[in-house]
């Protein structure tokens, strides 16, 4: 039994350092199907959409043991580009309830917002939700208002570059990697060993300049005084009273406040059409419900790491609590 037991922890240890795949699951799951609008409330000339941005924000298709779903940016910038085509559309609610996610990830959708709001002149309200949080805050930046819920947590305005490390495991079951290279930092944030002091501060300083960027943001977006920035700048959270003391939300309501919120400042009347995009319809939808359709019939392909809130090493605009996917 033992040897059973360091016989799988070699084979998974080695799938996972080769970046292979651990197993797969053949499921067959249904195919991906186009985009509906479905009206939540209203009848009223205009419409308000609203867009949930959950979870952690991707770019690359999210897999796990049942499903292949796309990732979050790809599936929002769908339904940007559907909600272009509609000139009803006057105002966009994100609503938000993400702690972040990789840094180009973040970037991107960031600007698929500020080029959607350029060429369409619609209103864009975040409401966010349990979570805004980093790349979650990020995204929300391009909004003529943000609403924070009265227990939303935000801030982390920074950077983490997450390296996993594999040194002292493969000690313990005597696995050793040899490595042939052209340079001496082409390894560098190697898993197989451990940092030098040079390779810690090329990180550091490209850990750093990210920070700045996402902090030049904010700066443009909510005028922050340097004193202000300085204090966010530290990457720690805050509830909602805070976060609106320091400027970074403009105030604190409830989903249905930014609803209504999104069509004042659209100039809607209050019985405007309130929309989303499905590609399946829910009974007793609402504003509330988050809804997405696996897609693909072919093999979940797995791996230890597609198992993990974050896949993979990388710099992220991400707060890092407990956390689902989902």
Request: charged fraction near 25%; charge should be positive.
């Amino acid at each position: 039994m033992h040897r059973v037991f360091h016989f799988l922890v070699i084979l998974l240890t080695t799938s996972v350092l080769a970046g292979c795949t651990a197993f797969n699951v053949n499921i067959l799951t249904t195919e991906r199907k186009a985009l509906k609008e479905i009206t939540l409330e209203g009848s009223g000339p205009g419409k308000v959409l609203v867009i949930p941005i959950f979870g952690t924000i991707t770019l690359a298709d999210r897999k796990d043991l049942i499903s292949r779903r796309p990732g979050r940016v790809p599936e929002i910038v769908a339904q940007l580009s559907k909600a272009e085509k509609d000139k009803q559309i006057k105002a966009v609610l994100f609503k938000i309830d993400s702690p972040g996610g990789t840094v180009t990830a973040s970037d991107t959708l960031y600007q698929e917002i500020m080029r959607f709001k350029q060429r369409t002149g619609a209103k864009i309200v975040t409401a966010m939700m349990g979570v805004a949080t980093s790349g979650g805050y990020y995204v929300s930046l391009p909004a003529d208002f943000i609403m924070a819920h009265p227990t939303t947590v935000t801030g982390s305005v920074g950077v983490v570059f997450l390296q996993p490390k594999t040194v002292e495991l493969m000690k313990k079951i005597g696995l050793q990697m040899e490595v042939s290279k052209s340079g001496s930092e082409k390894d560098m944030g190697s898993p197989f060993r451990r940092n030098t002091d040079e390779e810690r501060r090329i990180f550091q300083n490209l850990t750093e300049t990210l920070a700045d960027r996402f902090l030049q943001l904010v700066a443009q977006h909510r005028h922050m005084e340097n004193k202000t920035l300085d204090q966010i700048s530290s990457a720690r959270i805050y509830l909602a009273d805070e976060a609106l003391d320091l400027g970074m939300v403009d105030g604190i309501g409830y989903l249905p406040d930014a609803v209504s919120k999104a069509k004042q400042l659209a100039g809607l009347s209050p019985d405007s059409r309130v929309v989303v995009y499905r590609r399946r319809k829910n009974p007793n939808d609402s504003v509330y419900i988050n809804a997405e359709t696996s897609y693909g019939a072919k093999p979940a392909n797995l791996s230890f790491f597609s198992l993990l809130p974050v896949g993979r090493a990388g710099f992220y605009y991400l707060w890092l609590p407990p956390m689902n996917d989902d």
